[in-house]
């Protein structure tokens, strides 16, 4: 324990500290706590810090705060720590926070007044609640009343609901809500409404004992208990009504701020009324009675219609009109007594002024004479053993003698409407259980306590010791069950205070003893009891400072009584001649009822006046009990007394349900709570002593697998165990070392309290160290992921910086070096310029210069040349005489060199010539240089000739060079003679140059005036031109602003049509499915009457036909497997209805049946006028397409002409494909390679042979016909001129004649005769016959029709494989010209896909032909087998007859093709109208759809109905298909009436029922539903009867079906909804387990046995599989999915927003999953496009709601535009529910809710808080026709039809 308790008490620990303001206030410990301190250091929440001393005695520490995710819990039994702190607390948050009103507290359901009308208490909240396990909603009064109405039925026994609380806190309320539930779930077992009897009570109860108090604007002023009565099938039957304590007083006196009853104020505000003119009323204002207390009038409250309302409360308990006024006057003779002036004759006694209008005005209402009346209303009689006293009354004693009778009349009418509304709320059926409500006043205590608080305390001790008592006796019930030790709990016995008030020798007995004696006084009394108790009883007290006084120690609390006028109360006596002069009255019945019993009566009728003390008492009289004369004198107290042990007698024979209702403060202050009355009134109620008996023993229970799934966190692996309760036993001895903290149960693991918080926040720190550890992990990551973010980033913001200033560097750059170049190229221009102004000086200058010393260095080139001439000559000849004394002497000296090695080789030679060899080579030798030089002396001879003819040359062209230069000189003294000449001219050209140069300047000036004045010309007009030009601009934009306004008002016209026209058509629809929902719901409505009415006749048929032997009626729910009655008694019945309908009549409640007949005949027009209204808007939505369409065909009117064009186009195209079809015919005969199927194959040929023959045939049919004809009208003139008379007269021969000929072998007969006819001459014809020819005429037609239809069909054939052979032509020559815009690459892989395409699509075609020449084949065989058979049969018969067999084999054999007519099945039924029975039965009544649905063709019934409809038709005949209509509709409301319970009988009826309307509309020869039909078909059209309003009944009968079919799925997926969508954990491990209270809700852990989301989508699956076997149609199939959707998320939703444990995060995500996988359903089914999911779109947001943040403005702002599907309740209701399932989530503050709150003020929407699942969209039946031709059908011999003809 202590360390447990240094473990709790830890610093940031959270405790509560007492406190004088809030009576508890938190606190947080700034330290840790140790053993030895004596105090804690504590800081309140407003941070002020605190030194909180601790009791050094008990050492006891203060109480410690729940964890957060505890607060707020829906069971106060829930909570870890059961104090009062931690319940005021949890009520608070709830109250104030979550705004709810109720809270469990173990088997007490805590209800806390919000001063304000909140919308949970309508039927769908009832609906809701109803079924439900008390623990699995929110705490709720129809949790209560659910779980009583439960237990009546499941245990057998009587339940009771006590309601208890003070004045204000909302008993009634609680206690009418109750009831109401009670009427709505349990209905009532007859038609008298039995249910609306009970609640009819509560206005009257109301009016009549309610009325405004300081604390309570409509306070009982008494007590009830209300017994409400069931039968064996648990529908009420009727009510009883017990009173306790009426408030009487109230009607002579009221405080300030407080009214009388209310009856008397809704007369007053209906005085105007002329039934109430008699009573003389005015204003409330005018009567002391009413005006006391200053307050006549209640906010909010309309006093005139609550008086019809009660009115009508009356009516309906069977109070009559006549009654009623006498109430009324009643009631107002009181408010006149009370006007009634009494004044002071002497000191002893008083008058009444004569003519007292008030007083008049009273006997005249109550028919009594004025004058006794105010003789006794002054005086009273004595009475002594002798004589009889008149003694005059003092005027005080004689006003409250008068207010006295005033009370007595109330009291007395107040039991006289009682007990009539008991008689009416009495039945005759037998009681089996009842229910009883009891609505008493709890606990009070004042400044000064008189005998009414005595009395109520009192009744309060006894209902808390047994509360007290069934509480104790629960808890040990619980541990005997779950096996624990039993150990007495020490609990409050409140046995002493209720003995020393009852007990022998108690406070009443000491009262009734002093009531007894002749001078008995109140301090008599008050001694008595001190001598008695003073000294024995510890609970009896004397106050100090006075005698008069006593004390005693409640259960809640002390309270001091004061002894004045305790004597009086208990006597309650009134003067009894003023009861004698009503009772004389003889005009006025009902006074004298009220007073006839009141001798007998047990109770005292009066009460003598006292002056102490706040109300005044009375009881009403115990009517069951035997009185005598003893009995009629017992006190107030006595029969307080005993009808208090009668009521506890019938609460402890019966299982009590508490109610506490608690008043949150005195100001009627809305959802305003105040601590301190709080807290007294739950001391005083109980609640505290549930919670202090539940702490004292095992308050905390857990099942072990839901601690398992909670504290699993706590376990290591190796501690968890397959056995779940042996794991949680070892957990539990590590974690918890006391083993007086827990218990182990059966089931449940117990804990005491504070176990739980302890384990709570041992998980909690478990949780958050791995929290921790996860943050820290993902912080790390985060962090690093940010920082590899912003590395990136800074890299990312580097790289671009770097670029920029890269490229404005680059900029810089390649200005400068721009500016540069610029630069260069400016200064080279200047430079340019400068250096060509002296280049062009320097070259005039140069010019002259340069050809100055040309000339000069001429001349001297001139003589250089010369004297070089000469030079060269000279030197030449020098030269070479130089080179010729060279040259000589050279070879001289050559010579001689030369001879001396001659010499000396010569002497050599000789020495070697003297050999031979040597000789030999030298002569060898010697003759190739001879021969060399030969040639050499050949070359130099050939290179000296050259030299010679060059030296010619240059001799020659050196003299012609000297000839030229001769030339030239002379030329240059020419030219110089010419320059001499032209320098004289020079001169003369300068001069006029210089002339030339003046006239060029001017010439220059005037150009340059001219060209200025051009410029500005130009400027000019270019100027203008702009100007022209600005302004055609302008003018072209407004032009062009123009048209665009032009164009954009027109599509906004054009818009603003559309959407018009969209809107009104948009409201004709919704008007349309509102008006088509209004009368579906009409329709049912009619048929629950229908049905109504049909078993109050089969009733009392029953009834009247008992005696009578067969005709006795089963009834349909003793055997379900039986037949119903043959419709033989059914139309017996209907026979004799006239002759039992007087009988019956007799034996009904006659208003009953009149009000039945009203409300079918108000139904029945209403039902006409909503069809013509229907009827209207369909004819207004027709006429506004038709105008939508006269508009469309108005802007249409340019592309009709187009289209007309268009046309026209194509009938040349027709007649093309005309021309191409018979070129396609000569090409498929030309190609017949092709292959064996293709065109132009055998099998192709045949067939065009056969389409050739049969135009053929046409044409010779044609031929026939027109000779037929023609025969055919000379035969009519021979007949009309031959017998005039008598055709006239007589029925024509032509049709008996044609009518004849109906045999199949004349027919044939008349066709052979008549081939022959046309093959044989003209003159060997036969005289026909006029019927002959009318048949064959007939005949051939029909033969004409057929061959036409054949060859359309050829013709229809051919043109349809053109037309694909052209679309082919067309979509190759388009690849052509896609491919040729492709590059080569491209088109290649284009081309080969294309010719792989091409080549795919072949194949498939070559296959598909294959296998239609396959079946061909296989159908060839068949036809060859028959033929032969039939060839072989006619060759037996042949062979027979022959002559010669010769002749078969010389005649040629020619393969002839004759048709063999037989007689077609046309598609109808025959049946005789004895057999119409029999095929209802066996059709529809004896029908297994299971069978028919698996084994033959969907809709077989409705399609054999109407088969046999159609032959009625065709027969032309009424009556048969009247009643065939009839007896099938009849029949099947009875099937579904037997079998609406099985879903595949509905949903099989249903299909059938639909397929019957659509083949009415089919076949009802209306173009608009022929438009898919065949001509087949449409031959099978009606033809004689228009059956339009009976396919309007039928459909009516559809619709009745769908509801039905949609009740019957609703039952089925009703128990799924909230286990599968919401309570079953499909995500496992994401929900958390909260701990639980006393009030265990339902497991979210799926156990064997429980639904699951699987369980829902097997369920749909099997909805669908089965309506796809019947048939149904796919738009209907739709339909009903979005229905079955609606209902999961309707339901869903409700629930989420009734149970407070299910809004948490988690929860959400489970509920999103959910919805996913109904969505994947949908999907698979192919249903995403029926509006399904969009029913689910608020169930989707509330579980968004649950899911997304909820704390900034931006959140709210997210949520208003998020949850558009949901209404604002719905949203504030989610956000209040939110209940964090871990301590990680946060709350939603109250602040936030306010915040949507505003958010969402503007939205327009209703304020219901729950959806209607009982809403069921109206149904349509779009028109679905049938392929199915009627002449296939074939029936199945098991339906037992064979009595059917096919016709």
Known sequence: MNRELEYMFVQSARVWIPDAEEVWKSAELAKDYKNDDASLQLMLEDGTTIDHKLDPKTKNLPYLRNPDILVGENDLTALSYLHEPAVLHNLKVRFIDSKLIYTYCGIVLVAINPYETLPIYGTDIINAYSGQNMGDMDPHIFAVAEEAYKQMARDERNQSIIVSGESGAGKTVSAKYAMRYFATVSGSASEANVEEKVLASNPIME????????????????????????????????????????????????????????????????????????????????????????????????????????????????????????????????????????????????????????????????????????????????????????????????????????????????????????????????????????????????????????????????????????????????????????????????????????????????LDEECKMPKGSDDSWAQKLYNTHLKTCSLFEKPRMSNRAFIIQHFADKVEYQCEGFLEKNKDTVNEEQIHVLKASKKFDLLVELFQDEEKATTPTGQVPGTGGRTRLSIKPDKGRDTSSKEHKKTVGCQFRNSLQMLMETLNATTPHYVRCIKPNDFKLAFSFDPKRAVQQLRACGV?????????????????????????????????????????????????????????????????????????????????????????????????????????????????????????????????????????????????????????????????????????????????????????????????????????????????????????????????????????????????????????????????????????????????????????????????????????????????????????????????????????????????????????????????????????????????????????????????????????????????????????????????????????????????????????????????????????????????????????????????????????????????????????????????????????????????????????????????????????????????????????????????????????????????????????????????????????????????????????????????????????????????????????????????????????????????????????????????????????????????????????????????????????????????????????????????????????????LEYKKEDEMKLVKNLILELKPRGVAVNLIPGLPAYILFMCLRHADYVNDDQKVRTLLTSTINSIKKILKKRGDDFETVSFWLANTCRFLHCLKQYSGDEAFMKHNTSRQNEHCLSNFDLAEYRQVISDLAIQIYQQLVKCMENILQPMIVSGMLEHETIQGVSGVKPTGLRKRTSSIADEGTYTLDSILRQLSAFHSTMCQHGTDPELIKQVVKQLFYIIGAVTLNNLLLRKDMCSWSKGMQIRYNVSQLEEWLRDKGLMNCGAKETLEPLIQAAQLLQVKKKTDEDAEAICSMCHALTTAQIVKVLNLYTPVNEFEERVSVAFIRTIQTRLRDRCESPQLLMDTKMIYPVTFPFSPSSLALETIQIPTSLNLSFLTRV
């Open 688 to 1468: 505290l002593e549930t919670i202090r008996i539940s702490a004292a023993g095992f308050p905390s229970r857990w099942t072990y697998q839901e601690f398992f799934s909670r504290y699993r966190v706590l376990m290591k692996q190796k501690d968890v165990l397959p056995d779940r309760k042996l794991t949680c036993k070892n957990v539990l001895e590590k974690l918890v070392q006391d083993q007086d903290k827990y218990q182990f149960g059966k089931t449940k693991i117990f804990f005491r309290a504070g176990q739980v918080a302890y384990l709570e926040k041992l998980r909690a720190d478990k949780l958050r160290a791995a929290c921790i550890r996860i943050q820290k992990t993902i912080r790390c990551w985060l962090a690093r992921k940010k920082y590899l973010r912003q590395r990136s980033a800074a890299i990312t913001i580097q790289r671009f910086t770097r670029g920029y200033q890269a490229r404005c560097l680059a900029k810089f750059m390649r200005r400068t070096q721009a500016a540069t170049i610029i630069q260069k190229y400016q200064r080279m221009c200047v430079e340019r310029k400068r250096f060509r102004q002296k280049q062009a000086a320097a070259l005039a200058m140069q010019t002259i210069l340069r050809a100055y010393m040309a000339r000069q260095k001429y001349q001297a080139l001139l003589r250089e040349h010369k004297a070089v001439i000469i030079q060269k000559h000279v030197r030449g000849w020098l030269a070479r005489c130089w080179y010729k004394r060279c040259l000589e002497a050279i070879v001289y000296l050559q010579c001689c060199i030369r001879r001396m090695r001659a010499k000396r080789e010569l002497k050599k030679l000789k020495i070697e010539a003297r050999s031979v060899e040597h000789f030999k080579k030298l002569n060898k030798g010697m003759e190739n240089k001879i021969m060399q030089l030969q040639r050499k002396i050949d070359e130099q001879n050939k290179d000296n000739r050259v030299i010679s003819e060059r030296l010619v040359s240059l001799e020659s062209s050196y003299a012609s060079e000297s000839e030229r230069m001769r030339g030239e000189l002379g030329r240059l003294r020419g030219v110089e003679e010419d320059a001499k000449n032209k320098t004289n001219q020079v001169s003369s050209l300068l001069e006029e140059l210089e002339k030339l140069r003046k006239e060029l300047s001017v010439t220059q000036q005037e150009k340059k005036t001219i060209e200025d004045w051009a410029q500005k010309y130009r400027d000019e007009m270019e100027k203008m031109v702009s100007e022209l030009k600005d302004q055609n601009g302008l003018l072209k934009k407004e032009k062009d602003d123009l048209n665009r306004m032009i164009q954009e008002q027109s599509q906004q016209m054009t818009e603003k049509m559309t959407r018009a026209i969209a809107q009104e058509t948009q409201q004709l629809e919704t008007d349309l499915n509102e008006e088509r929902s209004r009368y579906q719901n009409l329709l049912t409505e009619h048929l629950r009457l229908e049905e109504k009415y049909d078993d109050l006749k089969e009733e009392l048929a029953h009834s009247t036909n008992v005696s009578k032997p067969g005709h006795r009626r089963t009834d349909s729910t003793h055997s379900s497997n039986e037949s119903e009655y043959t419709y033989n008694s059914e139309y017996a019945e209907l026979e004799d209805g006239s002759r039992v309908g007087e009988d019956v009549t007799r034996g009904m409640d006659t208003s009953l049946t009149l009000k039945l007949q009203k409300r079918v005949t108000e139904l029945e027009q209403e039902k006409q006028s909503l069809r013509n209204e229907l009827e209207n808007r369909e004819e207004q939505f027709q006429r506004a397409r038709a105008r939508d369409d006269a508009q469309f065909r108005k802007a249409r009117g340019a592309e009709l002409e187009y289209e007309s064009l268009k046309r026209q186009e194509l009938e040349s195209e027709n007649k093309k494909l005309r021309h191409d079809l018979a070129e396609m015919r000569q090409s498929l005969l030309g190609g017949a390679a092709a292959g064996a199927g293709a065109p132009g194959s055998p099998a192709y040929k045949v067939l065009l042979d056969q389409l050739n023959a049969s135009c053929e045939e046409l044409e010779v049919r044609k031929e026939e016909v027109l000779i037929l004809r023609s025969q055919l009208v000379s035969q009519k003139e021979a007949v009309h001129h031959k017998d005039e008379k008598e055709t006239m007269t007589e029925p024509s021969v032509f049709a008996q004649d044609v009518n004849k000929l109906k045999d199949a072998d004349e027919l044939k007969q008349a066709y052979v005769g008549l081939k022959d006819t046309n093959r044989s001459p003209r003159s060997v014809r036969p005289a026909l016959e006029v019927s002959d020819l009318l048949s064959r005429l007939r005949l051939l037609e029909q033969q004409l029709q057929a061959q036409r239809r054949t060859y359309d069909s050829e013709v229809e054939s051919l043109r349809g494989e053109l037309q694909n052979v052209k679309e082919e032509n067309n979509r190759q020559q388009q690849l052509l010209a896609q491919n040729l815009q492709l590059p080569p690459e491209a088109r290649i892989e284009a081309s080969l896909q294309h010719e792989i395409t091409r080549l795919t699509n072949e194949n498939l075609d070559l296959m598909e032909q294959l296998e239609k020449q396959d079946r061909t084949i296989r159908k060839l065989k068949k036809q060859l087998k028959v033929y032969s058979k039939r060839i072989g049969e006619m060759g037996a018969g042949h062979t027979e007859g022959q002559t010669s067999p010769g002749q078969m084999v010389e005649e040629p054999i020619h393969p002839v093709n004759i048709p063999r007519r037989e007689k077609d099945f046309q598609g109808m």
């Open 207 to 510: 009016a009549i004992g309610n009325a405004k108090t300081t604390r309570n604007d409509n306070s009982s002023r008494f007590g009830k208990y209300i017994e409400i009565g069931f039968d064996n099938r648990y529908r009420i039957i009727g009510a009883n009504m017990r009173t306790y304590l009426l408030e009487k007083s109230r009607v002579v006196f009221q405080a300030d701020e407080e009214r009388n009853y209310h009856i008397f104020y809704q007369l007053c505000a209906s005085a105007n009324q002329p039934e109430f003119k008699n009573l003389r009323l005015s204003t409330a204002n005018d009567f002391l009675y009413t005006r006391q207390g200053r307050s006549p009038v209640i906010e909010g409250i309309d006093d005139a219609k609550e008086l019809r309302t009660t009115r009508h409360a009356f009516t309906l308990l069977g109070i009559n009109e006549s009654y009623q006024i006498g109430l009324f006057q009643v009631l107002a003779a009181i408010l006149h007594l009370g006007n009634v002036e009494i004044k002071d004759r002497d000191s002893d006694s008083s008058l009444i002024a004569p003519n007292n209008r008030h007083l008049t005005a009273f006997c005249e209402l109550v028919g009594v004479t004025y004058q006794d009346m105010s003789q006794w209303l002054c005086h009273r009689k004595l009475k002594t053993a002798t004589e009889t006293y008149i003694k005059p009354l003092p005027r005080l004693q004689a006003t409250n003698a008068r207010d006295a009778l005033s009370k007595h009349i109330y009291a007395k009418l107040f039991s006289w409407i009682v007990e009539h509304v008991n008689k009416a709320l009495v039945t005759n059926v037998k009681q089996h259980s009842f229910i009883g409500v009891l609505d008493i006043y709890g606990f009070e205590t004042f400044e000064i306590n008189s005998f009414e608080q005595f009395c109520i305390n009192y009744a309060n001790e006894k209902l808390q010791q047994q509360f007290n008592m069934h509480v104790f006796k629960l808890e040990q019930e619980e541990y005997m069950k779950e096996q624990i030790p039993w150990t007495l709990i020490d609990f409050y016995d409140n046995q002493p205070c209720i003995n020393l008030i009852e007990a022998k020798m108690g406070i009443l007995d000491l």
